[in-house]
């Protein structure tokens, strides 16, 4: 074989590794995923050669790439956008401009990106936003807050949670002429955990007269404890979150040690002091039937204490909000669940529905059974768009 053709075969294998990305027969315009998929991979790849070299962490990488599609809080014909902080906290508020005879909805968004990437200011985000303060006729404040891996739990929920509690108070509820009792928190994936931590806390708050009426989770994260739950099994390599990649976001949520991350691929991060734990995460207790399939539940492993004395965030409910007692369930608001079949958070979501219908807690769960993780924050797609009209048309509904 001659150089060239040496050459020509070793650039067809990349080209190959690159684009192919094996999906689900049901899967709608699978080549635009493919190619997403393919950016993501490359993204990924060359932060991970950066970090091997020493020059920059992994998340700051993926962060710098990420930076390019942020966009500056441009008005338009239909929203007002301006960005300002609450309680230090930097937002992007969103206010319809068109006139209202009685106070509008009110929309605390989070975002998402592993508690370690995004911004509001992203583009998709925006657009989000955007579309919901427009067709809702709703004010939406779309909030930031501090990353990993340069700031670890609990900043990233102390954030939200103090940009939340500013935004409900009565003054300021005034000043962008909210209705306080038509609120809802909501966010994806890393946002969705955050928003439902931020409403478990808010629950039991003395010092928050304002009550929500809605919460949204759309594909949330909601416990690092199961990480081999029938969706992680089934989904690992699936775009656009990879189980490894999950992982590293929730170790990198509690700190740059990466032995967090090695307990965690390994099973060996929980303790057995903390076995009671388990009883909250037990998908062969609380998934549907349908989501086991042939899947055996396995009695959990154990380690040593020490990673929980090092970092105990990982066993904490404002990090993971799957492990509230009913007690702290009871009472929260309506809340409205996202779940894709193709995602490997799919079951954290699902075993979240049972948890709060247990507890008595009202909930509306969609599921998308061709759905993937990121698609609400991907607006490129088909699928994305149907399943915004369904988020916004439920918030209409309910809220």
Known sequence: ?????????????????????????????????????????????????????????????????????????????????????????????????????????????????????????????????????????????????????????????????????????????????????????????????????VTQQLLHDPDVKTKLKIQSLIYPALQPLVLDSPSYQENSHYPRLYKSLMVRFWSEYFTTDRSLEKAMHSKQHIPMESSHLFKFVNWSSLLPEKFKKEHVYKNPTYGSSEMAKKYPGFLDVRAAPLLADDNNLRGLPLTYIITCQYDVLRDDGLMYVTRLQNAGVQVAHNHVEDGFHGILSTLTFKISNRLLNQYISWLSENL
């Open 1 to 197: 074989m001659g150089r060239k053709s040496l050459y020509l075969l070793i650039a067809g294998v990349l080209v190959a590794y690159y684009i192919y990305t094996p999906l689900p027969d049901n899967f709608e315009e699978p080549w635009k995923l493919i190619w997403l998929n393919s950016y993501l991979k490359t993204f990924l790849h060359l932060a991970t050669f950066v970090e091997m070299l020493g020059l920059n962490h992994f998340m700051d990488s993926l962060m710098f790439f990420m930076s390019f599609d942020e966009v500056p809080p441009t008005s338009d014909e239909n929203v007002t956008v301006t960005e300002t902080t609450f309680n230090n906290i930097p937002v992007r508020v969103y206010v319809p401009k068109r006139e209202s005879e009685a106070l509008r909805r009110g929309v605390f968004y989070i975002h998402g990106g592993g508690w370690c990437l995004g911004s509001a200011a992203l583009s998709n985000y925006d657009l989000l936003s955007r579309c919901t303060a427009d067709r809702l006729d709703a004010v939406v404040i779309s909030t930031n807050y501090r990353l990993a891996p340069k700031y670890h739990f609990p900043a990233q929920f102390e954030d939200v949670y103090n940009a939340l509690r500013w935004f409900l108070r009565q003054k300021v509820l005034a000043k962008y002429g909210v209705n306080p009792e038509r609120i809802c928190v909501s966010g994806d994936s890393a946002g969705g955990n955050l928003a439902a931590a």
